[in-house]
């Protein structure tokens, strides 16, 4: 199988992802907004052949729109009409989200079966209190109602027998980073704790999300980058096994691969800035152009701030690339080049002038 396969339609894909769990029990994808996951996940819980019934339990947008804020009641209302609620009053539901809900929020809820709404309170032992949770807490909520569900798949419950798939698109929209590795390392535990047979498709376009699931779920995992190809030219999905786990080293390498190249399009000193604002806010700069090589003259320092500057600003597409003109990427591997000999990363992906020399 191609490393890169590319794909007309996103119907191909759903077809190809079930393919690819006949071997593997997770697969990761990441994609960026716009690409077309939402809609993949909804293809891919129903797919073309007619004689397939329901099995995949899905969370998206979708499942997020089932439920709604009443600001004039604070209550969160809930589509009682979608399968997604069919039987849940005689699982109890409040113990089974509790489960999860302590894990990322202090807030106590109670549910209305009769009027499908669900209040909050930061005071558990009182209904009436009917405070205004944040979006954020809103979504957390909506995720451990979901995580209650799937763990009744998972534990093979009767009512959802009919479960084969999870499949989850980008869980942590509106959530800081603290709460996607949480969730991320919650959701691993909760796949990797069952033997149900229940396999799982994780989409996201979170960059920590998506590097810490990929290091939890391990060697049971399969991950890709999909993308959608300019113009009418179908998907792609490229297999990330062989590159480095971390975002902003995978970044990294992609930006050094362009430079031995000599492929460099304008674009890149995009990245090239995300990689130097970065890292000047971890080591508590309070501007990229600190982590540019200090011991040059000012002049340099100055022409190759201005440069980053400039050209990061530029109105440049990823779906209309422009290569770099011949001074710029002198420039730019000029720019890189001191900064991974200033940085040291991993000289095995990273090699300096120094490893090159000794390489057999």
């Given at each position: 199988?191609?490393?890169?396969?590319?794909?007309?339609?996103?119907?191909?894909?759903?077809?190809?992802?079930?393919?690819?769990?006949e071997k593997k029990d997770h697969l990761l994808l990441f994609a960026h907004n716009g690409t077309g996951k939402t809609r993949l996940s909804m293809m891919f819980r129903?797919?073309?052949?007619?004689?397939?019934?329901?099995?995949?339990?899905?969370?998206?947008?979708?499942t997020e729109d089932l439920f709604s804020w009443d600001n004039d009641k604070r209550l969160l209302c809930i589509n009682s009409d979608s399968q997604f609620v069919t039987g849940l009053k005689e699982q109890e539901m409040e113990s089974r989200?509790?489960?999860?809900?302590?894990?990322?929020?202090?807030?106590?809820f109670f549910i209305?079966?009769?009027?499908?709404?669900?209040?909050?309170?930061?005071?558990?032992?009182?209904r009436a209190e009917s405070i205004k949770i944040s979006r954020g807490e809103e979504r957390l909520f909506?995720?451990?109602?979901?995580?209650?569900i799937a763990k009744l798949a998972l534990d093979g419950e009767q009512a959802y027998s009919w479960v084969r798939y999870l499949y989850i698109d980008d869980p942590i929209s509106s959530l800081d980073d603290n709460n996607a590795i949480a969730i991320a390392v919650g959701l691993a535990q909760l796949l990797h704790g069952s033997d149900s047979g229940v396999k799982s498709v994780i989409s996201t376009h979170h960059g920590l999300f998506f590097n810490v699931i990929f290091n939890e779920l391990g060697r049971s995992a399969e991950s890709y980058f999909m993308d959608r190809r300019k113009g009418n030219g179908g998907y792609t999905l490229?297999?990330?096994?062989?590159?480095?786990?971390?975002?902003?080293?995978?970044l990294l390498w992609q930006l050094q691969q362009a430079a031995d190249s000599g492929e460099i399009y304008t674009y890149h000193f995009n990245a090239l800035r995300n990689i130097l604002e970065k890292t000047a806010a971890f080591l508590g700069y309070s501007r990229f152009s600190d982590c540019l090589r200090q011991d040059e003259d000012e002049t340099s320092r100055a022409l190759h701030t201005r440069m980053?500057?400039?050209?990061?600003?530029?109105s440049y597409s990823l779906f209309e690339p422009v290569e770099m003109v011949e001074d710029n990427k002198r420039h730019f591997k000029k720019i890189l080049r001191n900064f991974l000999d200033d940085f040291r990363f991993n000289p095995a992906i990273f090699p300096t002038e120094d490893t090159e020399a000794l390489s057999p």
């Open positions: 199988m191609s490393d890169t396969p590319t794909f007309s339609t996103l119907n191909e894909v759903a077809t190809h992802l079930r393919e690819r769990l129903e797919p073309a052949p007619d004689d397939i019934k329901r099995d995949t339990l899905y969370f998206n947008a979708f989200i509790r489960e999860f809900l302590p894990r990322y929020a202090d807030f106590f209305d079966y009769d009027n499908w709404t669900v209040s909050f309170g930061r005071d558990g032992s009182s909506i995720w451990c109602f979901f995580l209650a490229k297999n990330t096994q062989a590159l480095p786990s971390f975002q902003h080293v995978g980053v500057n400039l050209l990061s600003h530029g």
